[in-house]
């Protein structure tokens, strides 16, 4: 008898020969106990062999994933996305992909990243999920737009933000990915299209902060976007006596910009 077979055991097939014949895609304790005559802690312990044992995957204190069949030969390594959307829909908490995951999958950049990152309204920090990294902003619900649902294959769809809500958070929270300048050129290419542009506009006005829209709507103008399409932005804006910078991350170097108060100072050598 194999390693893979004796680590499932006579009581782990009947585990997933039931959870096979409901349908089961989760697992939560306190569940088998009646059906599979075990005892609380009978259970508990089924379910953390199963775990360590790459036969399900554990999505919090009690909670666990279940693949549709077993895994042949090996560990089961379920699709990153598909564990994210279970974990999020499981906490019943509001979240988009965003940061370098996002870059990478709106094609900006070419490689690939080794964690996910999720703009959410519950959780902070790291957590992992098998061999899943995963970094976990918590934001206002405000910030928790500017998103769309992708089909992502073989594990249905995920919540993705949008490349215009991709580039807000480059910018809004440039020290964290460090990609202000890219930012301000992907945006400028991106905004070659009409509708684009009128996109962007829209969600800057109603998710990013004052200094982002300040930051956004200069540069918007300083290439060629009239202020009539910019009065969105412009409306959100309070009278400022006090220059940002452009580039918080250089030298407070540069030409002053009375209009928008933002002081240019992207040209240094």
Not at 92 to 120: C, E, M, P, R
Not at 153 to 171: E, H
Request: hydrophobic share 40%.
């Amino acid at each position: 008898m194999g390693a893979k077979q004796t680590a499932l055991g006579p009581l782990g097939a009947k585990f997933f020969s039931l959870m096979q014949t409901r349908n089961q895609n989760l697992v939560k304790l306190g569940e088998l106990q009646t059906v599979l005559k075990l005892t609380p802690g009978q259970e508990q312990t089924l379910l953390k062999r199963l775990a360590d044992n790459g036969f399900l995957l554990r999505l919090q204190k009690g909670v666990y994933l279940v693949p549709k069949k077993l895994p042949a030969g090996g560990s089961w390594r379920p699709n990153d996305y598909y564990v994210i959307d279970q974990f999020m829909k499981l906490s019943n908490a509001k979240y988009y992909i965003g940061g370098f995951s996002a870059v990478y999958y709106h094609g900006l950049v070419q490689q690939v990243v080794d964690q996910f990152t999720i703009y959410n309204d519950k959780y902070t920090g790291i957590k992992n999920f098998g061999q899943l990294r995963v970094s976990f902003i918590k934001v206002s619900k405000k910030r928790i737009a500017g998103y769309t649902r992708v089909s992502v294959p073989n594990s249905g769809t995920v919540n993705m933000a949008t490349l215009a809500k991709t580039l807000v958070d480059l910018i809004q929270d440039w020290s964290r990915y460090m990609l202000l300048e890219e930012a301000y050129t992907w945006m400028t290419q991106a905004c070659k299209e009409t509708e684009f542009l009128q996109e962007l506009i829209l969600l800057v006005s109603k998710v990013a902060n004052k200094v982002t829209i300040r930051r956004i709507a200069y540069w918007l103008w300083r290439n060629g976007v009239s202020q009539k399409k910019l009065m969105p932005l412009i409306q959100q804006l309070s009278p400022v006596k006090d220059y940002i910078v452009l580039y918080p991350n250089k030298q407070k170097i540069g030409n002053k910009n009375k209009k928008w108060w933002v002081l240019d100072n992207g040209e240094q050598t």
